[in-house]
């Protein structure tokens, strides 16, 4: 079992809340990503980060920040949450290099912006 | 053209059937290629990478062919516990995945 943790599990919240979604691993995997799912439909890469201090967007555009200032914890934050923003968010990392793409999941928060 | 496609299913079959699932990606760039499995509501889960040679694991067998740019895998003997979506992944450059919508499988006693 992969060493990933995201909180909240759930999170139900009004619109215009800042919210801060956590993610931490335990691996010491330098490459973190974050991905949004709605129910049914694929996984789409919103940011990821390749270390500390580096971080990327993704292929889907997100009005969502993260920051990567420790190797282990790659949070999320929307600075003002929408109805639009509900979503499932699952966390990933990776080792990286070539050979070394497998990337393994945290169990996700589902959020819900009322 | 979607970067990774699949059928999205669902297939039904019986309990120790053999299924089949393909999947086509249009990076021919690409150089890691692995199946994932995702139950519902809940995070996706490595089944296993694909290698050029074709790899077994069990009762999972991948294959992938770079000419055509397909990959497929192969399911013996199917349990009730295989009832997931199957989610054919393909590298696209700098550690980044792209991840297909899956092939659902439902498996019936």
């Known amino acids: 079992e992969a060493d990933i943790y995201q909180t909240p599990r759930y999170l139900v919240i009004g619109t215009g809340k800042k919210i801060t979604l956590e993610c931490s691993q335990t691996?010491?995997?330098?490459?973190m990503y974050w991905y949004q799912q709605d129910p049914g439909m694929e996984l789409h890469l919103i940011h990821y980060?390749?270390?500390?201090?580096?971080?990327e967007k993704g292929d889907l555009s997100s009005e969502s920040t993260v920051s990567r200032i420790r190797t282990e914890h790659f949070p999320l934050t929307l600075e003002s949450a929408r109805p639009s923003h509900t979503s499932q968010y699952l966390c990933a990392s990776s080792e990286g290099g070539p050979q070394e793409d497998t990337q393994y999941f945290g169990p996700g928060t589902r959020l819900t912006v009322l | 053209r979607k970067e990774v496609e699949q059928d999205p299913g669902p297939f039904n079959v019986p309990e120790g059937a053999t299924v089949a699932f393909n999947c086509t990606y249009s990076?021919?760039?690409?150089?890691?290629f692995f199946w994932y499995r995702q139950d519902c509501r809940k995070e996706p889960k490595l089944l296993m990478s694909v290698y050029s040679s074709g790899n077994e694991d069990g009762r999972f067998t991948a294959q992938l062919n770079r000419a055509s740019q397909y990959i497929s895998l192969l399911i013996r003997d199917s349990k009730l516990s295989d009832s997931a979506t199957y989610l054919c992944v393909v590298n696209k450059g700098y550690s980044t995945l792209t991840f297909g919508k899956g092939t659902m499988l439902l498996v019936s006693p």
């Open positions: 691996m010491g995997h330098d490459k």
């Open positions: 980060s390749y270390g500390v201090n580096s971080t």
């Open positions: 990076n021919s760039a690409s150089q890691s």
